[in-house]
């Protein structure tokens, strides 16, 4: 079928072979299952095939217009979608809204995550019926502007008592969540539960697991986690659940490789970012730490049987905003400035502010110079591609709707 497809196929099924390839090295029962995922919404698509989104606007010269050079690049998320947003603890213990998910992380032109979230909120703004991805260039304009000559962006930080619209009620509800109520989710007694969601392991992994983290905690089990994430099904991963002073914690040990952006880039980049770090987890680590405020402090990344692994425990206030709730165009853009706070902040934190030999710059003087006065042809150009992206998006998803022919239910 897929060889079928590459070679005589319309354009939009021709991006569905390439999504079929993307996905060729996965286990069978895995590719259905993330097929299967995809094939929920143009969305659930849009989450699942994040190449593509590099694969067309990586070197896109629309990035010239207001930007695209060494003094407009910024640490970006990579992977910016509404879902990539979500509550969990900071190492104060507070409870925030912010950016959640930084596998994909990369240095790059700050225009990217704004057009790969636009989309996202184009594509949300038509499952929902409500709102505007027009309201989101604007905030991010604006966001860059309150933070030009200033440090907020170093303090910013959503919790119940500074988040808007519908995320304080959402932050206070996920307060009233404890470390007990997930530990009893995840555990039978002193060990990890085993069912649909963590696989006991063989003695031989768990031993190298538990090895690889003696050093710090005292490990008391250690399982597979399955069928996690949309765009990283079939990625190694493990929840080890340690005593950590006195205190049961879980830890999240997750493979990671190289961000799907680099397959796209121009081969002196990704040289380049390549050969800056040790591993693709330690890219990871340094690109968190420069995008996030306040890093809870068992972020680290180690090598286990050559598997390159992020570590990071497992908050019990990890939770995604419930976007049915998102019920009215004012709910709807509520949300979307915050996105876009977030992002802008996050984005202006990254530049010289965290570290000087990365980018010696600060990026939100640079983003407003190269906007100008020409603000308006800055969010038309968002909103085009964010209209385009949700079009293309909406016609490939069908496309792998029709390819599966039902085999999902």
């Known amino acids: ?118 989309i996202s909120v184009e594509l949300l703004s038509r499952e929902l019926r409500v709102g505007d991805v027009r309201a989101l260039p604007e905030a991010y304009r604006e966001s860059m502007g309150r933070f030009q000559g200033t440090d907020r962006e170093l303090q910013l930080r959503l919790d119940a008592d500074s988040a808007w619209g519908r995320v304080d009620d959402f932050l206070e509800d996920v307060e009233r969540l404890d470390r007990d109520d997930m530990l009893e989710e995840w555990t039978e007694g002193a060990e990890l539960a085993h069912d649909s969601k963590l696989e006991a392991l063989d003695d031989e992994t768990w031993e190298r697991v538990a090895a690889a983290l003696d050093h710090r905690y005292r490990v008391l089990d250690v399982a597979r986690r399955l069928d996690a994430g949309t765009g990283s099904l079939g990625v190694e991963r493990f929840y080890v659940l340690v005593d950590d002073g006195g205190r049961r914690r879980i830890l999240d040990l997750k493979e990671q490789g190289e961000p799907s952006a680099l397959a796209f880039a121009k081969p002196e980049y990704s040289d380049w970012f390549e050969g800056a770090f040790d591993s693709p987890a330690e890219r990871v680590v340094v690109g968190h730490k420069a995008l996030a405020h306040d890093v809870d402090d068992h972020l680290d990344n180690l090598e286990i049987d050559g598997l390159s692994l992020t570590v990071r425990e497992l908050s019990p206030w990890k939770k995604s905003f419930p976007l049915a709730e998102l019920d009215s165009d004012a709910r709807f853009e509520k949300l979307v400035d915050q996105w876009a706070y977030l992002a802008a902040g996050a984005h202006a934190r990254s530049d010289r502010d965290h570290d000087e030999d990365w980018l010696p710059y600060s990026l939100e003087d640079e983003v407003l110079d190269r906007i100008g006065d020409q603000s308006l042809s800055f969010d038309r150009l968002v909103v085009d591609v964010a209209i385009d992206g949700a079009d293309q998006m909406e016609a490939e998803h069908e496309a792998l709707v029709e390819w599966l022919e039902d085999s999902c239910e």
């Open 1 to 118: 079928m897929l060889l079928i497809l590459l070679a005589c196929a319309p354009q939009r099924e021709t991006r569905v072979a390439e999504v079929l390839e993307w996905n060729a090295e996965l286990p069978e029962d895995l590719r259905r299952a993330k097929y299967c995922k995809m094939a929920e919404s143009p969305h659930a698509f849009f989450r699942g095939a994040n190449h593509l989104f590099w694969e067309e606007h990586l070197e896109d010269p629309r990035l010239e217009a207001f930007g695209g050079d060494l003094r407009t690049g910024a640490w970006l998320q990579g992977d910016l979608h509404a879902l990539n947003y979500g509550s969990f603890h900071d190492d104060d213990g507070r409870i925030v809204y912010d950016l959640n998910d930084f596998d994909e992380v990369l240095v790059e032109d700050y225009q990217l995550d704004l057009w790969h979230l636009a």
